[in-house]
């Protein structure tokens, strides 16, 4: 699962060669180890709104060496563009190119966020022209960033503070190296809800969750990183999987439920073990998954009934069965796993892509249900991640799969699991019904 | 666990002290449930496998399915019937290589085929006494990687070597060395009092008490069914994990019928006068595997939040003077049932499920013909007359031996969970707990019997 390609282009010849050649050059992103500073240097926080001023003063309170003025040739972590106030398209020149000058300082890994508003019909066309505005420009922005730079942005719903809860943890999400394989894309804060952890080491702390299809790959990674964030874990899979279940249960000391997902009492096998042992159930990833492959000219009963059915017909009863649960009433989070294919469509997997896009519109339609005990739904969608399945492609679709992004490389497992640990967090209450790529801002797709 | 994970006895806290020595009241030992790998014929998945992995594989599994990583548990008790002298600490050694706290102790124990349920038993009366509150029975066996040893021969000529302190000497020691010594000495299922395999034993107990094949071939039939149709209702989900591949019993034959079973020829018994009736299909045949069962007290399984399943009552063993050939080999539990009921002041009408190890289809059948036999009741166990028959439809419900295999000091471990994961389920019978009689037999005409109860 290691990317060869990309050791080979960021050290001694390999670096000369791909440099004098003009070829990819996919840098080595910063991931998240505990203890790890937030940013790599300082911040810069550009744009005279109330909401800039009040996000400065809180990153201070974190220690983070805070700018609100460039300091030329100073190398930079961050910048912080607050876009909150547009009122017509010619607003957004100013803040944007004071950055513009302050984009050659970034250092490696470094961020670049946006906080701006949502371009809804309740705003004037000016307004709403000036917002969407925002889409565009971070979209392209995202894309002229190097050395494993990234953009993203945050979208607060009217009303919504810069300093919401979930706009900073969100913030701190794409400040940190959690958000290592997240590229322009957005996330929307609907509300205020939701509450920061006491340690930001340990988001998740005596929270107990649930993930699904962890014996290995994604599913695997979800529960390492569950467990490092705090969280207590019951892991769920297939009977037949249940080896490599135990083993990764015995390494993020949780419990093994070797459970078929599709079967019609799955939610409530799942609500009663948590409850019995370990007292509470907090959060549910929806992660296992199948592939089965095939044209649709040649498709079959078998490969689409079986994908449609785990992939997306066991979430929608396993919902059912945690909402209608009084135990699953204190605040509850459901993540989804979700993916690009769902969203841009991809050759051989009409199953797979009707079943994807089956959870996004689940999640959506869900939110409201879940707001109505302080909880939320959300889904991810990953796009090329080095996997044991994507290791089975063959070499040439391989690479092109890998290098087709703002990145030019797959993500890791972990990436996705970073940020399924940050949705399912209890600062992230006020992010619902949202879906987040991960996939390096892949070339295909919204 | 609980929540916050503070729950338990961690390493070096120790238990509250309650009242001293024989004043502290016996308590009740739990079932709190079971893992064990697929079984596999012999020469099959775990080939390669050695009983220190398989019981690590086993352990490791009921560790994730009940949340005892780092765990300090009371005791540990398995063992093998095929072992390797290098194995001398197995079951120790399983658990260092395990998730448990490496602070766990434990004992090797061998008692043929009834080693499995001896260390349930054994220590479920050390939780009853309250010598230790939680703690893991379980028992393994590979007829696959079974030991082979040098001939005796050799094993002088190399022992002599060793004591030799000069090479003249040694060249005097080594020109002893002969060629059959090299042959090597592999294991048999022989008695060595009698010469006979376990499979002879039984043909002459099947044909003494005169047990058909068709009934035989039955009761394997049925032993098939039973077990599929349990895996087929997600039965084993939570008794079982997968190990080297294999998800299933790889002796389980699902699609067997009677027919098929009728055309195999017999395999035991052909020298005997009677017709044989003894096959490849009513026999169990060499396996490999292995079985945990974790027991606690009622307080320890509570405190961490898990099930209790079932309470170990009572066992009994017993032995047969088989040499004589006053019994059969395999006829012990015969005669350990009847003192262990009348201990409990029970019937066989008390039971709401038999599990009666099928070492062979013969085994079963003649000990329920013994029992339902007046002469037998009458002059063998003391009784007015037959000590009594079972209702069939209680009997290995789920499968038993001759289904999923034997390897031998397994079996009991995958009784004693099954049967508690079953009592559990039934609940409480016209208002007492639903109960469970398990009976096995052993080489060295040995049989160890237990009852269990739902809580």
């Not at chain 1, 400065?56 to 876009?83: F, M, N, T, Y």
């Not at chain 1, 701006?116 to 705003?123: H, I, L």
């Not at chain 1, 009963?301 to 017909?313: D, E, L, Q």
């Amino acid at each position: 699962m290691t990317d060869k390609y990309t050791t080979l282009v960021n050290q001694g010849v390999g670096k000369n060669i791909a440099k004098r050649l003009g070829l990819p050059q996919p840098a080595v992103l910063r991931r998240f180890k505990p203890g790890q500073p937030l940013v790599t240097g300082p911040v810069l926080v550009q744009g005279n709104t109330a909401g800039a001023d009040e996000l400065a003063a809180r990153l201070l309170s974190w220690d983070l060496d805070v700018r609100r003025h460039a300091v030329p040739r100073e190398k930079l972590g961050a910048i912080i563009l607050a876009l909150d106030e547009l009122t017509r398209p010619e607003d957004l020149e100013k803040p944007v190119l004071s950055a513009a000058a302050s984009l050659r300082d970034l250092g490696p890994s470094a961020r670049v966020i946006t906080i701006s508003r949502p371009a809804a019909e309740t705003a004037s066309p000016a307004q709403s022209a000036a917002r969407q505005g925002v889409d565009g420009f971070l979209r392209s922005l995202a894309k002229e960033l190097r050395a494993g730079a990234t953009a993203n942005g945050i979208v607060l719903a009217e009303g919504v503070q810069s300093t919401s809860p979930s706009a900073l943890a969100a913030l701190r999400f794409f400040l940190s190296g959690r958000s290592a394989f997240v590229d322009g894309q957005f996330l929307t804060v609907a509300t205020e809800q939701g509450h920061l952890p006491p340690d930001f080491e340990k988001p998740l702390a005596g929270k107990v969750a649930v993930v699904t299809g962890a014996a290995r790959g994604i599913g695997a990674a979800i529960a390492r990183t569950l467990h490092r964030d705090g969280a207590i874990l019951v892991l769920v899979d297939i009977p037949a999987a249940g080896d490599h279940l135990a083993a990764v249960a015995n390494e993020v000391r949780g419990t093994a439920l070797q459970l078929d997902i599709s079967r019609a009492d799955a939610g409530q096998r799942i609500i009663d073990h948590a409850v019995q042992r370990h007292g509470r159930l907090d959060i549910v990833i929806h992660n296992a998954g199948i592939t089965r492959d095939k044209l649709l000219a040649n498709m079959d009963h078998g490969r689409w009934t079986s994908v449609v059915n785990i992939n997306i017909a066991a979430q929608l009863r396993i919902n059912e069965a945690l909402l209608a649960s009084e135990h699953f009433r204190n605040s509850p989070r459901i993540v989804s796993v979700a993916s690009t294919s769902g969203i841009a469509g991809n050759r051989g997997q009409t199953n797979y892509a009707a079943s994807k896009g089956g959870v996004m519109g689940m999640v959506r339609a869900s939110a409201p249900l879940l707001a109505a005990n302080g909880g939320t739904i959300n889904a991810v969608a990953p796009g090329f991640i080095e996997t044991d399945m994507t290791a089975r492609i063959p070499f040439a679709v391989r690479e092109v799969g890998r290098r087709l992004n703002s990145l030019q490389q797959g993500g890791q497992p972990s990436d996705v699991a970073e940020a399924i640990s940050f949705l399912a967090s209890d600062a992230a209450g006020g992010i619902n019904g949202d879906v987040l790529r991960i996939c390096g801002q892949n070339l295909v797709g919204a | 666990m609980s929540v916050n994970g503070q729950s338990g006895t961690g390493p070096h806290e120790f238990a509250s002290p309650t009242t001293s020595g024989a004043a502290r009241p016996v308590r009740r030992a739990v079932i709190v449930g079971g893992n064990r790998i697929p079984f596999a014929r012999s020469g099959g998945a775990y080939t390669k496998s050695s009983n220190q992995d398989m019981l690590t594989a086993a352990l490791d599994g009921l560790i994730a399915r009940f949340g005892l990583q780092d765990e300090r548990i009371g005791e540990v008790a398995a063992g093998a019937v095929l072992k390797h002298s290098r194995d001398f600490n197995l079951t120790r050694e399983a658990v260092l290589g395990s998730a448990l706290s490496a602070e766990t102790p434990a004992y090797d124990l061998q008692q043929a085929c009834a080693t499995g349920l001896e260390t349930v038993l054994g220590l479920a009366n050390k939780i009853k006494l309250g010598q230790i509150d939680s703690a893991i029975a379980g028992g393994v066996d590979s007829a696959s990687d079974a030991p082979i040893a040098v001939s005796e021969g050799l094993r002088e000529i190399l022992l002599d070597l060793n004591r030799a302190k000069t090479l003249p000497q040694r060249l005097q020691v080594l020109s002893r060395l002969r060629p059959r010594d090299l042959a090597p000495d592999a294991p048999n299922t022989g008695e060595p009092r009698t010469g006979l395999s376990m499979g002879e034993h039984q043909a002459l107990t099947t044909a003494q008490w005169n047990i058909s094949r068709e009934a035989q071939d039955e009761l394997a039939f049925n032993s098939h069914r039973n077990l599929s149709a349990a895996y087929d209702a997600g039965f084993f989900d939570d008794l079982l994990t997968p190990y080297r591949g294999l998800a299933k019993d790889s002796n389980l034959r699902a699609d067997t019928t009677l027919e098929k079973l009728a055309t195999l020829k017999p395999v035991f018994g052909k020298s005997l006068g009677a017709e044989a009736t003894m096959t490849a299909g009513n026999s169990t045949p060499l396996t490999d595997g292995a079985s945990t069962v974790l027991l606690a007290s009622e307080d320890w399984a509570d405190a961490h939040d898990l099930p209790k399943l079932a309470t170990v009552v009572d066992g009994e063993a017993a032995a047969v003077d088989f040499v004589h050939g006053k019994d059969g080999l395999l006829m012990a539990p015969a005669f350990a049932v009847p003192r262990l009921l009348a201990r409990n002041g029970l019937t066989l009408d008390d039971f709401d499920f038999f599990e009666i190890h099928e070492a062979f289809a013969g085994t079963v059948l003649s000990t329920l013909a013994a029992w339902e036999d007046d002469e037998f009741g009458r002059t063998r166990l003391g009784l007015e007359g037959a000590f009594g028959s079972i209702d069939r439809t209680k009997l290995n419900v789920n499968g038993s031996s001759l289904a999923a295999g034997h390897p031998f000091a397994a079996t009991g471990g995958r009784i004693v969970a099954s049967l508690a994961k079953m009592l559990q389920a039934k609940g409480t019978v016209e208002g007492r707990p639903a109960r469970g009689l398990i009976s096995i037999c052993a080489a060295g005409g040995q049989g160890v019997v237990a009852i269990l109860e739902a809580l």
